[in-house]
């Protein structure tokens, strides 16, 4: 099973919804500029706005790559102004090594105007209704392959 790694980022109001996506843009990237930089900031409208109907409060923006996989959450109103819960730390590994991808919460009555919106600007960065983890297909995937024995390979 591979590794999970959570952040919590502090959003409205002890910063903007803008300022919190480029927060995170900033660790997802490290700090670094280039094409992912480039990628994650010309979606920025459209995940701002996510943020500011905090949908990613209580649902992770997950983002997968070649290593472990990133969730984040942004905490709002007094916890976000105290910062009760946040941890906005650096990672130790690159989450946008290899083929990496992203998906955002979106609520329900939103999401076909934001996966359009996302697709002009990147197919790396998707949405998903918050009500959908994100994590059950792989989990059981996983888990799956985690526990298959070739008995006769075992034994023999």
């Not at 903007?16 to 927060?23: G, K, L, M, Q, V």
């Not at 910062?83 to 992203?102: I, K, Q, T």
């Not at 059981?140 to 526990?147: E, I, M, S």
């Amino acid at each position: 099973m591979s590794s999970v790694v959570a952040r919590c980022f502090a959003s409205v109001p002890a910063r903007s919804s803008d300022a919190t996506w480029t927060a995170i843009v900033e660790m997802l990237t490290r700090g670094q500029s280039g094409t992912d930089r480039d990628e994650l900031l010309a979606v920025i409208g459209t995940a701002s706005s996510l943020i500011a109907d905090q949908a990613p409060k209580d649902a992770a923006i997950i983002v997968t790559c070649e290593g472990p996989r990133t969730r984040i959450r942004c905490i709002y109103d007094e916890n976000a102004v105290s910062g009760s819960g946040v941890n906005e730390s650096a990672l130790g590994f690159d989450p946008l090594a290899g083929e990496w991808a992203m998906s955002l919460p979106c609520p329900a009555e939103d999401l076909s105007w934001v996966q359009a919106s996302l697709a002009r600007h990147s197919a790396r960065v998707t949405a998903r209704d918050l009500s959908d983890t994100g994590e059950a297909k792989n989990e059981a995937t996983t888990a799956g392959a985690a526990f298959e024995i070739d008995a006769k390979g075992f034994f023999g």
